[in-house]
């Protein structure tokens, strides 16, 4: 029952069930925080008005090519009154959309970068934003870029009713076992409404090895603390290895739709640990600048309510559990859940000086590091290939809770560093 009311929250909110929210509601307690968040996002009272707030989202997708959330987010500008000329690409768009490309780009790919003077550029500029305004715009590209991550990583397919969308997908793997469609979204097969992931093979041992590294650890717990150069010297090692960890380098040529909403389209992630100028950016560390302690606040302060809501689907897609993985009941999944949390955050640079990142190389195997890497930095490249390589004795909805796990962790990143920026240019 609960599920079926969220659809038919989702329902009102969309015109439609998409296929996203159907894929979500595996983990209904989560989506419902998430439609919640969005529904406050795209169509409450808030700082900017409706076309503005669709056309941003549009924006967002088009830094990872992600066609199938721009497509929704199209037909929902043009319900909300807006110039069906801007569909034509960011060429005619008014100025002040124009002058925030910078930062989508930049939060989008390398938020590190992201600076106080990007703020002030924006907030004292000819066509200047207010605090509130950029603030609200800033949440919802990024939760389009981590809602990109989630589309890709889950392979979902488009709409029945646009122009790739079907209901009995064709083969869709070519001898390369890359997607042999245009369609970024031609990953999963939906029959009769039901949405099907790629099918996974079995894959004997490998999870009953991750339970007893997951048991080994928690055992270990009492054992005497780590020193501060301890843990600085296993951060040190998480960020080199994933700098060292290849995804697809055969990138998809974005079509024609996509590029007319993106600037500068070959600016991509780099590995933060290759950064060039590693003295003017150094880690990001979270016991100075925390979401629990300062990024909350500050999202609340600056958009009524955002930050709460935010909060609470964080906390949902970090401590969600059944206390399951594959067949086994009763298993504290809270190590694994941390380890990839975590392991995102290093890729982005931010380290958490309480956590032992030993424990990220010894329960994410390098070929889920690379899955991970990909889906979160590169969504765009993944392949069947890359999902059916890992977590093969998991279910679906595990997988799904994964790629959630990847996009709230994701989503919190980015914030960090651009709600850090907003504060040293109001301080």
Same mark, same amino acid.
């Given at each position: 029952?609960?599920?079926?009311?969220?659809?038919?929250?989702?329902?009102?909110?969309n015109?439609? @069930?998409?296929?996203?929210?159907?894929?979500m509601?595996?983990?209904? *307690? /989560?989506? *419902?925080?998430f439609?919640?968040?969005?529904?406050?996002?795209l169509?409450?009272d808030?700082p900017?008005?409706f076309?503005?707030r669709h056309y941003?989202? =549009?924006?967002?997708?088009?830094?990872?090519?992600?066609?199938?959330?721009?497509?929704?987010?199209?037909?929902e500008?043009l319900?909300?009154?807006g $110039?069906?000329? +801007?569909?034509?690409?960011i060429?005619?768009?008014?100025q002040?959309?124009? *002058?925030f490309?910078?930062?989508?780009?930049?939060?989008?790919?390398?938020p +590190?970068?992201?600076?106080k003077? #990007?703020v002030?550029?924006?907030?004292?500029?000819?066509?200047?934003?207010?605090?509130?305004e950029?603030? #609200?715009a800033? =949440?919802?590209?990024?939760h389009f870029?981590?809602?990109s %991550?989630?589309?890709?990583?889950?392979?979902?397919?488009?709409e029945?009713?646009?122009?790739n969308g079907?209901t009995?997908s064709?083969s869709?793997?070519?001898?390369n076992?890359?997607?042999?469609?245009?369609?970024?979204?031609d990953n999963?097969? =939906?029959n009769n409404?039901?949405i099907?992931?790629?099918?996974s093979?079995?894959d004997e041992?490998s999870?009953?090895?991750l339970?007893?590294?997951?048991?080994?650890l928690s055992?270990k717990?009492?054992e005497e603390e780590?020193? @501060?150069?301890?843990?600085?010297?296993?951060?040190?090692k @998480?960020?080199?290895?994933?700098a060292e960890?290849?995804?697809?380098?055969?990138i998809p040529?974005?079509?024609?739709? @996509?590029l007319?909403?993106?600037?500068d389209?070959?600016?991509?992630y780099?590995?933060?640990?290759t950064? &060039?100028?590693v003295?003017e950016?150094?880690?990001?560390?979270? $016991?100075?600048y925390? +979401?629990?302690?300062?990024g909350f606040?500050?999202?609340n302060?600056l958009?009524?309510?955002?930050?709460?809501?935010?909060?609470?689907?964080?906390?949902?897609?970090?401590?969600?559990?059944?206390y %399951?993985?594959?067949?086994?009941?009763?298993?504290?999944?809270s190590s694994f859940?941390k380890?990839? +949390?975590?392991?995102?955050?290093t890729? /982005?640079g931010?380290r958490h000086?309480?956590y032992?990142?030993? &424990?990220v $190389?010894q329960l994410?195997?390098?070929?889920l590091?690379a /899955?991970?890497?990909?889906?979160?930095c590169?969504p765009?490249r993944?392949?069947?290939?890359?999902?059916d390589?890992?977590?093969?004795e998991?279910? #679906?909805?595990?997988k799904? #809770?994964? $790629?959630l796990?990847?996009l709230?962790?994701?989503?919190?990143?980015?914030?960090?560093?651009?709600?850090?920026?907003?504060?040293k240019?109001m301080?």
């Open positions: 029952m609960h599920t079926k009311l969220l659809f038919m929250d989702a329902f009102i909110q015109n439609r @069930v998409p296929n996203i929210i159907q894929l509601s595996y983990h209904p *307690d /989560y989506l *419902d925080c439609l919640k968040t969005q529904h406050y996002l169509h409450e808030g900017l008005p076309d503005y941003i989202a =549009i924006m967002a997708c088009g830094r990872h090519q992600c066609s199938y959330l721009i497509k929704l987010q199209a037909q500008f319900l909300h009154g $110039n069906a000329d +801007w569909l034509k690409g060429d005619y768009i008014p002040k959309l124009k *002058d490309l910078e930062i989508n780009k930049i939060l989008a790919h390398r +590190w970068l992201i600076t003077e #990007h002030e550029k924006l907030i004292t500029g000819k066509n200047r934003w207010s605090l509130s950029l603030t #609200h800033i =949440i919802l590209c990024t870029h981590a809602l %991550t989630f589309v890709f990583g889950c392979g979902l397919n488009d029945i009713d646009f122009a079907h009995f064709p869709y793997v070519d001898d076992d890359n997607y042999s469609s245009d369609s970024s979204n999963c097969d =939906i409404n039901n099907v992931l790629f099918q093979k079995d041992g999870l009953r090895a339970m007893a590294r997951m048991k080994e055992e717990k009492e780590l020193t @501060v150069e301890e843990r600085l010297k296993e951060f040190a @998480v960020e080199s290895l994933s960890i290849a995804t697809s380098q055969k040529s974005p079509s024609a739709d @996509v007319r909403y993106v600037e389209p070959t600016f991509a780099t590995d933060f640990a950064r &060039e100028s003295m950016i150094p880690s990001f560390r979270a $016991n100075e925390s +979401w629990e302690e300062h606040s500050l999202a302060r958009y009524s309510d955002i930050g709460s809501l935010l909060d609470d689907k964080f906390n949902m897609a970090y401590n969600l559990t059944y %399951t993985m594959g067949d086994n009941t009763q298993v504290d999944t859940r380890a990839i +949390w975590s392991y995102i955050h890729m /982005y931010i000086d309480d032992k990142y030993g &424990e $190389n994410l195997e390098r070929n590091k /899955y991970i890497k990909t889906v979160t590169y765009e993944l392949t069947k290939k890359d999902y390589g890992v977590m093969r998991f279910k #679906h909805s595990e799904v #809770h994964v $790629n796990m990847l709230e962790a994701r989503l919190q990143a980015e914030l960090l560093y651009a709600l850090r920026a907003i504060m240019y301080t």
